[in-house]
């Protein structure tokens, strides 16, 4: 071999030799890169999960220090004068569509009184019977409505008051429309009272008569909706309640009528807003 090959190939050796170890000096420093990355990202969701666990104390300190508010924690409850005041109002819109619809008709404008009972009280009625913090009727004896507000903050907070219907499942009396269902069914009778209507035929018993009340609570209803004040889910709150206040003791002749019945009766004022649409709801 002569001295210019032998040259050649010691110079090749080496450059071999500086590329074998420049390989591993790369593969080394991505190891080292890679370690470092993973350290960061380590470090990184570390950081993140303090952060929310720091987050989370701070929301369960808050919910604690201010409770949610709801519509039922915030709705008048028994003795409150909101309510009463609430109660007052629903009567005065009442008596002022009555008005109205009688003065049409050349009638006389309806006159009724009203007592609201608080929570521990009682008053004895014409009619004999005791109205106490659950009571909701009409005595035709001293011409008043009686509306326990027991009952009628049960009725805003829609907490169940075990109707027949709701007993049944059909449904719950709630809400501000609901309860205002109450007061312009009440209200009904008054004008049936007025009017001549209420004398119960012994072979149906009072059942004509509570259907055609819970039509004319429907007209009152119809008032309300013209006059742009029935709010989403106003509607869903009456026929809730009035599907609560269903009984299924035909044979008897407080029978008020069934859900279905009651439901179809109040749904008759509502969407016809006709008074004389009523005599079909009482089925004479």
């Known amino acids: 071999m002569s001295r210019l090959a032998v040259l050649l190939l010691l110079v090749l050796l080496a450059g071999g030799a500086a590329g074998c170890g420049g390989a591993e000096d790369l593969r080394e420093r991505g190891q080292e890169l890679r370690d470092r990355a993973q350290a960061t990202r380590d470090r990184a969701e570390r950081s ?3 952060l929310a666990d720091r987050v ?11 409770p949610q508010a709801t519509r039922d924690n915030q709705a008048p409850s028994s003795g ?7 109660l007052t109002e629903v009567l005065d819109s009442v008596d002022a569509y009555w008005t109205r619809t ?20 009682g008053a004895r009625s014409g009619c004999g019977a005791v109205a106490d913090e659950n009571a909701a009727f009409y005595c035709p004896a001293d011409d008043t409505i009686f509306v326990g507000e027991e009952l009628a903050a ?9 109707f027949p219907g709701e007993q049944a499942g059909y449904g719950r009396a709630r809400g501000d429309f609901g309860l205002a269902y109450v007061i312009a069914h ?14 119960a035929d012994p072979r149906y ?4 008569l509570e ?29 809730s309640t009035v599907l609560a206040a269903g009984d299924f003791d035909t044979a008897n002749p407080q029978h008020h009528g069934t859900p279905e019945e009651r439901r179809a009766a109040w749904q008759l004022g509502y969407r016809s807003g006709d008074p004389a649409r009523c005599q079909d709801a009482a089925g004479v």
């Open 48 to 50: 993140a999960r303090r």
């Open 56 to 66: 989370r104390e701070a929301l369960d300190d808050l919910e604690r220090a201010v």
């Open 80 to 86: 409150d004068k909101r309510l009463e005041a609430y």
């Open 102 to 121: 009688l003065a049409a008709s050349d009638l006389p404008e309806p006159r009724v009184s009203f007592l609201w009972i608080p929570p521990g009280r």
């Open 154 to 162: 049960d009725i805003l907070r829609g907490t169940g008051r075990n």
């Open 186 to 199: 009440e209200y009904a009778h008054n004008v049936q009272q007025e009017l001549g209507l209420a004398q």
């Open 205 to 208: 018993g009072v059942e004509p």
């Open 211 to 239: 259907l055609q009340a819970d039509c004319m609570a429907g007209l009152w209803g119809n008032s309300v909706y013209r006059a742009g004040k029935v709010k989403p889910g106003d509607v869903e709150e009456v026929i």
